[in-house]
T-cell receptor, first 117, second 114 residues
Framework: SAVISQKPSRDICQRGTSLTIQCQVD?????MFWYRQQPGQSLTLIAT?????????ESGFVIDKFPISRPNLTFSTLTVSNMSPEDSSIYLC??????????????FGQGTRLTVV | AQSVSQHNHHVILSEAASLELGCNYS??????LFWYVQYPGQHLQLLLK??????LVKGIKGFEAEFIKSKFSFNLRKPSVQWSDTAEYFC????????????FGAGTRLFVKA
C-alpha cells in the first residue's frame, strides 16, 4: 500500500488568488490522480498525472485553471488558479497501487479543504 | 467512457434492518470494483474490493458485495445495520484498459435510525 501526505490540509483563500496543493507519496508510483469533491457530492476526477508525461485532463477541467506538476515518482502538485467561490471543495490526491493479482487499487490522501471567499 | 450508477441516493433504515445498495457500471472490459465509505466529517475509507476470483467479496464491518458480470453490477449488502453505519457509500470502478482511472458513483447517503 501507499501512504499519501497532502499539504495544506485546509486553507481559506481570497477570490482571484491561486493555491498550490502538494502531494507526497512514501513509495514510487507511476499513476497519480487528482480529484475534487464538492460539498455534498461525489468524487470527480480532474486529471491523471503520470510521471514523464503531460497531465491528462478530464472533460470540464483545463490546464490553465488546474496546472499540475509531476517532477518525480513520489511527488505532484495541483494549482487551483484564479479562484472563485465555486472552487470551494475538497481536493484529493490519489495513487494507483497494483497488487500481485494485477488489480489496481486507488489510495487517497487526506484531502485539502479549500474555501474561497 | 466508464460510468458508475448508484440507484439510491438516500436510504433510511432502522437498526437491525438489512441493507442492499445497488451499483451498476458501464464498461465492457476487465474491471476492478470497489465500495468506499465516508463517515460524516471524515475521509474516504475502503470497505471492500473485487479484482478477480470469487464474485462474493467480504469487507470490513460485516459488509459484503456480489459481482454479477452479466448484469454489470456490484451491489453492497449488510444483513443487519447499526446506527454507526450512518455514512455515505460510494461505488467505484477502474479498468486496466481505462488507464486505471477510478470513477465514482454519485454516492448513497445512508441514515440508520437508532
Amino acid at each position: 500500500s501507499a501512504v499519501i501526505s497532502q499539504k495544506p490540509s485546509r486553507d481559506i483563500c481570497q477570490r482571484g488568488t491561486s493555491l498550490t496543493i502538494q502531494c507526497q507519496v512514501d513509495s514510487q508510483v507511476t499513476m497519480m490522480f487528482w480529484y475534487r469533491q464538492q460539498p455534498g457530492q461525489s468524487l470527480t476526477l480532474i486529471a491523471t498525472a503520470n510521471q514523464g508525461s503531460e497531465a491528462t485532463y478530464e472533460s470540464g477541467f483545463v490546464i490553465d485553471k488546474f496546472p499540475i506538476s509531476r517532477p518525480n515518482l513520489t511527488f505532484s502538485t495541483l494549482t487551483v488558479s484564479n479562484m472563485s467561490p465555486e472552487d470551494s471543495s475538497i481536493y484529493l490526491c490519489s495513487v494507483l497501487w497494483q497488487g500481485r493479482s494485477g488489480g489496481g487499487e486507488a489510495f487517497f490522501g487526506q484531502g485539502t479543504r479549500l474555501t474561497v471567499v | 467512457a466508464q460510468s458508475v450508477s448508484q440507484h439510491n441516493h438516500h436510504v433510511i433504515l432502522s437498526e437491525a434492518a438489512s441493507l442492499e445498495l445497488g451499483c451498476n457500471y458501464s464498461y465492457g472490459g476487465t474491471v476492478n470494483l470497489f465500495w468506499y465509505v465516508q463517515y460524516p466529517g471524515q475521509h474516504l475509507q475502503l470497505l471492500l474490493k473485487y479484482f478477480s476470483g470469487d464474485p462474493l467479496v467480504k469487507g470490513i464491518k460485516g459488509f459484503e458485495a456480489e459481482f454479477i458480470k452479466s448484469k454489470f453490477s456490484f451491489n453492497l449488502r449488510k444483513p443487519s445495520v447499526q446506527w454507526s453505519d450512518t455514512a455515505e457509500y460510494f461505488c467505484a470502478v477502474n479498468a486496466n484498459t481505462g488507464g486505471f482511472k477510478t470513477i465514482f458513483g454519485a454516492g448513497t447517503r445512508l441514515f440508520v435510525k437508532a
